[in-house]
């Protein structure tokens, strides 16, 4: 997403940025015949048409940045492999959906659920692909800022963002937010699917993921809740600035859900710091610009 789209409360659809893992994507979708699915440890499997969802379950909107786990990785000092995103790799929409929870009420938890898996649409290219599947702990997927959504932006979602439905983990790394959702899978114990146990993986109890590069951690647990982020917005980068002009210098700050009250700033390296004005808040889980 190029810069100047972050001088907006709001990314609009067409220039959200685009992630999938697996290639087999199909071209459209028929509303008509498409089911959510679910499953597994539940008193009552469900398969749930676009007009149910809209229809029987009570709606929620929220705003909440989208952000590749990997956004920045072409900054990386030693580099590393992967996609080589810059600033780009995020967005901030309005979601509108159905609570997860109340999908997992109307079909029935049993008593020993544990883990909440989600599979979309989208299918490997070779067999020996790992199908892209992320799993949420049952206390996670029933916080209500959990959903499940069909519009983006008070418009129904692209294609190429998820269509026709999105998990939400506002606050979290969009690893999560799978697109193309057609099935929830309830499981009595740890879900062990690769992109949980061997893929996004950072050091536990360890938020910065500082590593030696010749002792790198042992102790893994999967990626989760956002880091503190800021960057800056205007001026770009190579922007040709007037000698003694005055220059509004705007950015972004968010986080992983906690709220940003006050960002600061430094023309100094550090040495002297000043308060930033902020605009209105429009959710704890929005950026704040």
């Keep these: 997403t190029p810069l100047k ?26 509303e008509d015949t498409f089911r959510l699915r679910i499953g597994g440890d539940v008193k009552h499997a469900l398969a749930l048409s676009l007009q149910d969802l809209k229809t029987k379950f009570k709606p929620i909107s929220l705003v909440a940045v989208a952000q590749c786990a990997g956004n920045s990785r072409s900054f990386n000092d030693p580099h590393v492999p992967g996609g080589q995103w810059k600033n780009g790799a995020m967005g901030n929409a309005k979601w509108t959906g159905v609570r ?26 070779l067999p020996g692909t790992p199908d892209f599947v992320k799993s949420l702990r049952v206390t996670k997927a029933m916080d209500p800022d959990v959903f499940v959504a069909y519009e983006m932006n008070d418009k129904p979602l692209p294609l190429l963002n998820g269509f026709p439905l999105k998990l939400i983990v506002p606050g979290w790394y969009a690893t999560y937010w799978v697109g193309m959702l057609n099935q929830i899978t309830v499981h009595p114990d740890t879900f062990g699917g690769y992109w949980m146990k061997k893929a996004y993986l950072v050091p536990k109890n360890n938020r910065d993921a500082n590593e030696n590069k010749d002792s790198l951690s042992k102790d ?5 809740k956002m880091n503190v982020r800021s960057i800056f917005v205007t001026p770009e980068p190579d922007s040709i600035i007037t000698s003694g002009s005055l220059i509004e210098i705007q950015g972004l700050a968010f986080d992983g859900g906690d709220g940003v009250k006050k960002v600061e700033l430094s023309e100094d390296n550090g040495k002297n710091w000043k308060e930033a004005k902020l605009d209105p808040e429009i959710g704890k889980y929005s950026w704040r610009r």
């Design 5 to 30: 789209y972050f001088l907006l409360d709001y990314t609009p659809n067409d220039v959200f940025f685009v992630r999938w893992h697996m290639s087999n994507l199909p071209p459209e979708i028929s």
């Design 100 to 125: 997860l929870s109340d999908l997992l009420n109307e079909a029935g938890l049993n008593k020993n659920a544990f883990d909440i898996s989600f599979n979309g649409i989208d299918d490997p290219p």
């Design 220 to 224: 893994m647990e999967p990626i989760n």
